[in-house]
């Protein structure tokens, strides 16, 4: 089933390489295609020496076409794709409590928003609940009120990031930020940078 070959894609053993992330689908059809055998588009993403998402490199590619094939059923066509990279950055405000100390709730903050974004927690098309992210901040011992939370988008390779752009006000919709349609995964590349916090005043 495209489970099995997820699974198999994500267990590959290490002396093929190392897939980080994979997401599985038919392939869409216009309504006068017709396909007569069982295509399969295998979307993935690897990391790199720092720890980051990286597209597979084709040796990569290759080495789990082999894999997967061992166990291939006949009629079985897959297509091994780049998923795509939408890296953020996010920026929120808080009202602190009287008697805490702001730099201190700040950084308890943005530690808890580190470890909500760690890349072992997140999957391909996997969406933003921003809801979810005022809660998180708010049960941070020392807040009173979450005033606002932005995510942006990061992008550009000379700097680091991804080389795909997202407009990420058109795609939050009910508090909620969906990936494209396309399989894609959103990454804070650099937390220590492009996580950031103010206390506000009351």
């Given at each position: 089933t495209?489970d099995?070959y997820?699974?198999r894609?994500?267990?590959?053993?290490?002396?093929?390489?190392?897939?980080?992330?994979a997401?599985?689908e038919?392939p869409?059809?216009?309504d006068?295609?017709?396909?007569?055998?069982?295509?399969?588009?295998l979307?993935?993403?690897?990391q790199n020496k720092?720890g980051?998402?990286d597209?597979?490199?084709?040796?990569?590619?290759?080495?789990?076409?082999?894999y997967?094939?061992?166990?291939?059923?006949?009629?079985?066509s897959i297509?091994?794709?780049?998923?795509?990279?939408?890296?953020?950055?996010?920026?929120?405000?808080?009202i602190?409590?009287p008697?805490?100390?702001?730099?201190?709730?700040l950084?308890?903050c943005?530690?808890?928003?580190?470890?909500?974004?760690?890349?072992?927690k997140?999957?391909l098309?996997q969406?933003?609940?921003?809801?979810?992210l005022?809660?998180?901040l708010?049960?941070?011992k020392?807040?009173?009120?979450?005033?606002?939370?932005?995510?942006?988008?990061?992008?550009?390779?000379?700097?680091?990031?991804?080389?795909?752009?997202?407009?990420?006000?058109?795609?939050?919709q009910?508090?909620?930020?969906?990936?494209?349609l396309?399989p894609?995964?959103?990454?804070?590349r650099?937390?220590?940078?492009d996580?950031k916090?103010?206390?506000?005043?009351?």
């Amino acid at each position: 089933t495209s489970d099995d070959y997820l699974v198999r894609a994500l267990s590959m053993p290490s002396d093929y390489g190392s897939i980080t992330k994979a997401y599985i689908e038919k392939p869409k059809l216009t309504d006068n295609q017709i396909s007569t055998i069982e295509t399969l588009s295998l979307y993935i993403l690897s990391q790199n020496k720092l720890g980051n998402l990286d597209f597979a490199s084709n040796t990569l590619k290759k080495n789990l076409k082999t894999y997967l094939s061992q166990q291939r059923m006949i009629g079985d066509s897959i297509e091994i794709r780049d998923a795509y990279i939408i890296n953020i950055a996010i920026k929120f405000e808080i009202i602190v409590l009287p008697e805490f100390n702001n730099s201190e709730t700040l950084m308890f903050c943005i530690n808890s928003l580190k470890d909500y974004f760690l890349l072992e927690k997140w999957q391909l098309n996997q969406p933003i609940f921003l809801r979810d992210l005022y809660v998180l901040l708010d049960k941070v011992k020392g807040v009173q009120t979450v005033k606002n939370i932005k995510i942006t988008n990061k992008v550009g390779v000379p700097l680091g990031y991804s080389q795909y752009s997202y407009d990420i006000d058109s795609a939050i919709q009910n508090q909620i930020l969906y990936p494209s349609l396309d399989p894609s995964i959103f990454e804070i590349r650099y937390p220590d940078q492009d996580i950031k916090g103010r206390v506000v005043p009351l």
